[in-house]
């Protein structure tokens, strides 16, 4: 029995507080995915990505499968960050190996006006339902992870209609009519909050913001159009009774880390591009640190790999704070047995960190 009561069913929590915990946490963003045979046959019996979202008792099913296999230390809701635009109407689906694609994309100011917040217990009722199953599966072995887009994230998707590399039509709606962009993050941040405020209501026990493409912008635009209501959103969400956790991932922003760390969030995720002991001194211990191993490090033999975590737990160095994660999602043809080489390490060279000073 270590000293610290934080085992499996708490230390995420601890952590994302600042707590001491036994040993360093480990969750894996999509952690519920292809790399897993058992979440490729749900997929198929679901018939669809998005029949798979709107199953509550399916997204339950995918969501255990990671925690049946390792001894992971949170859940993290199986959904999308697309369902909100989906339910504003735009039409989403996702093609074999393509990648989401919406029938509607957002291409004029008239569409950008007759946009309404989504009612989360109404058209995306499927989400708080999945939540309030998953809570009652877990029955308290690890906390669980609800999440949303961000609302510049979600805006280049709706306003792309898909992937994309260059970016040219939300950045083009960015300089040649910033107010219209403006008044589409309003629609979305209203809704990111409601949103996430459902799931906090139905039992979420922590909620990530995924900022995936705050990357891509140039300091200034990204300050104003992304930055902006991710401090909106930490400040305003309600939190619930137990002052639910706010994760922010802001991905490619290391750059605006010391702003970042300012904004009301408990914790950032980090990608692999900056050192945590680097980010630890930018964020000055105001949030906790969530990551950043290089998710081709799943690649790597096992020896290497645990080589790897080693080397990113003594860059966070000592004391408590961190969430080990990879740095982006793990990728689908990854050898499922290699998570077990990961989250082993982990918590084994995890529980030395007092060594490492
Ligand atoms: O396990 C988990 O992490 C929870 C589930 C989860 C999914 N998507 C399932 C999923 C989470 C947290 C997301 C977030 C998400 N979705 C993000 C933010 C994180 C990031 O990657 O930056 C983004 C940008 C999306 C949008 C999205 N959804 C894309 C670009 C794709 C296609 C990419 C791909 O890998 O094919 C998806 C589909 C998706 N979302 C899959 C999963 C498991 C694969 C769908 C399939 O089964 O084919």
Request: hydrophobic share 40%; proline share 7%; charged share 20%.
């Amino acid at each position: 029995m270590s000293p610290i009561d934080s085992g499996r069913h708490n230390r995420f929590l601890r952590a994302l507080r600042q707590q001491p915990v036994d040993t360093t946490p480990i969750w894996v963003m999509r952690q519920a995915g292809r790399y897993l045979p058992e979440y490729r046959a749900t997929r198929q019996r679901a018939g669809s990505f998005m029949n798979l979202c709107r199953s509550p008792e399916l997204a339950c099913e995918v969501t255990m499968q990671p925690l049946d296999r390792f001894e992971l230390d949170a859940a993290i809701l199986f959904s999308d960050i697309l369902t909100i635009p989906d339910a504003m109407g735009l039409g989403l689906s996702f093609a074999e190996g393509e990648g989401p694609r919406f029938a509607y994309p957002l291409r004029t100011l008239d569409a950008i006006s007759r946009l309404g917040v989504p009612d989360p217990e109404g058209e995306l009722k499927y989400v708080p339902d999945a939540v309030r199953l998953i809570r009652r599966e877990l029955d308290g072995s690890v906390p669980l992870i609800g999440f949303s887009g961000s609302p510049w994230t979600l805006a280049c998707y709706m306003v792309e209609g898909g992937p994309t590399e260059k970016f040219a039509h939300i950045k083009k709606l960015m300089w040649d009519h910033p107010q219209a962009l403006h008044q589409l993050l309003e629609v979305l941040t209203q809704s990111v909050q409601v949103y996430l405020e459902a799931q906090i209501a139905a039992g979420a026990q922590a909620v990530m913001i995924f900022d995936s493409w705050g990357g891509v912008l140039a300091p200034g635009d990204y300050r104003e159009f992304s930055l902006a209501n991710l401090a909106k959103l930490a400040q305003s969400i309600n939190r619930g009774p137990d002052n639910v956790p706010i994760i922010v991932f802001s991905r490619g922003a290391n750059g605006h880390l010391e702003a970042l760390s300012q904004i009301g969030a408990d914790a950032l995720g980090v990608d692999w591009t900056v050192g945590l002991g680097e980010a630890r001194k930018r964020t000055g211990g105001r949030v906790a640190l969530q990551g950043n191993l290089d998710p081709a490090a799943m690649y790597a033999a096992p020896e290497s790999l645990r080589q790897q975590v080693d080397m990113v737990l003594r860059d966070y160095g000592t004391g408590p704070g961190h969430i080990f994660n990879l740095g982006h999602g793990i990728t689908p043809d990854v050898n499922p047995e290699q998570m077990r080489v990961l989250v082993d390490a982990v918590h084994e060279l995890g529980r030395r960190r007092d060594l490492f000073a």
